[in-house]
């Protein structure tokens, strides 16, 4: 038996009971996280805006990062030591007692985000975009899917931190937010990839 995280895209996207099945029909068990990583994670930056002067930046998406490379001055802008909320469930997964020496898989809605959880190289843990997964699994039957009009973890995640936030999705938005230099007015910027969120990821879609 291996283990599966789904993460809460994909989880949005389906019955629970339905999936969980075709799961065990090939071999997958359905684990969950016991820490709310997504709460724990905003308070890491709640911490770090408390500590700095600088513009703190987002760094929940690692396609973002690539993309703002060749803006980032570091005089003026911190790229906190903050993990994204998906590799921080995979690392508490990988030191669960009761999955050791166990196969984990964790899925997630882009391809970015598997090659970087994949560099980390947690012990019998591999990260891989969902739409990839569904191409090695044996669908014995259709799993009905659902079409998300919205992230679960949507534009505004930081919003009921106490600081002067801009929220931007899309690449061209945010190359051009750096371009402008506008983060001079910000002390906190919120950045996705895609736009709208990561349900509009490359590793999301299953009708291709």
């Known amino acids: 038996m291996k283990y599966i995280f789904i993460n809460p895209v994909i989880d949005q996207m389906y019955v629970k ?11 997958y068990q359905r684990v969950e996280v016991e820490t709310d990583w997504h709460k724990l994670v905003k308070q890491k930056y709640n911490e770090i805006l408390k500590q700095t002067k600088l513009t703190v930046l987002d760094k929940r998406c690692p396609k973002v990062m690539e993309v703002i490379n060749p803006y980032l001055n570091h005089e003026k802008l911190l790229v906190p030591a903050i993990e994204p909320i998906l590799i921080h469930c995979a690392i508490e997964l990988a030191g669960r007692e009761d999955l050791r020496n166990q196969k984990k898989i ?14 980390i190289g947690l012990e019998d843990t591999e990260f891989i975009s969902w739409k990839v997964f569904l191409k090695k699994i044996n669908l014995h039957r259709p799993v009905q899917v659902k079409v998300l009009g919205a992230s679960p973890i949507p534009p505004g995640y930081f919003k009921t931190l ?3 936030i801009s929220s931007i999705s899309g690449k061209e938005n945010i190359e051009s937010y750096f371009k402008m ?17 990561c349900h509009n990821g490359d590793g999301v879609l299953v009708n291709e």
């Open 106 to 119: 964790i899925t997630t809605p882009c391809e970015s985000l598997a090659s970087y959880g994949n560099k």
């Open 181 to 197: 230099n506008l983060y001079k007015q910000d002390e906190l910027v919120e950045m996705l990839y895609c736009q709208n969120g």
């Open 17 to 27: 009971e339905e999936l969980d099945e075709t799961l065990l029909q090939n071999g």
């Open 162 to 164: 106490e600081a002067k």
